[in-house]
Nanobody
């Protein structure tokens, strides 16, 4: 049974930084892509960043490109999302997901974490 557990969310002022972590268990982490999505109140879940299982090529939504960085440590079965220059519009519940890693469509991911709240105050 695959489990994904996010951590690192919280409240931060605009311009600040947070690093989210997602610890995976249950199957060979290094063989699967990983993604980060977010969902703000009243909005659909949207793709934030993804990373392939091979070569670790990364993908980003235009809204976070240059500010957020996704990375993975296969030895620790963990994927990270470093978020810099946070803005109030980044406020959302952030979810990690295991699956394709290159797709922006949530349906291409098989397993999801429970989410972690990120709130950015102005």
């Amino acid at each position: 049974q695959v489990q994904l557990v996010e951590s690192g969310g919280g409240l931060v002022q605009a311009g600040g930084s947070l690093r989210l972590s997602c610890a995976a268990s249950g199957r060979t982490f290094s063989r699967y892509g990983m993604g980060w999505f977010r969902q703000a109140p009243g909005k659909e879940r949207e793709f934030v960043a993804g990373i392939r299982w091979i070569g670790s090529r990364t993908y980003y939504a235009d809204s976070v490109k240059g500010r957020f960085t996704i990375s993975r440590d296969n030895a620790k079965n963990t994927v990270y999302l470093q978020m810099n220059s946070l803005q109030p519009e980044d406020t959302a519940v952030y979810y990690c997901a295991e699956g394709d890693g290159t797709s922006r469509w949530p349906g291409m991911y098989d397993y999801w974490g429970q989410g972690t709240q990120v709130t950015v105050s102005s």
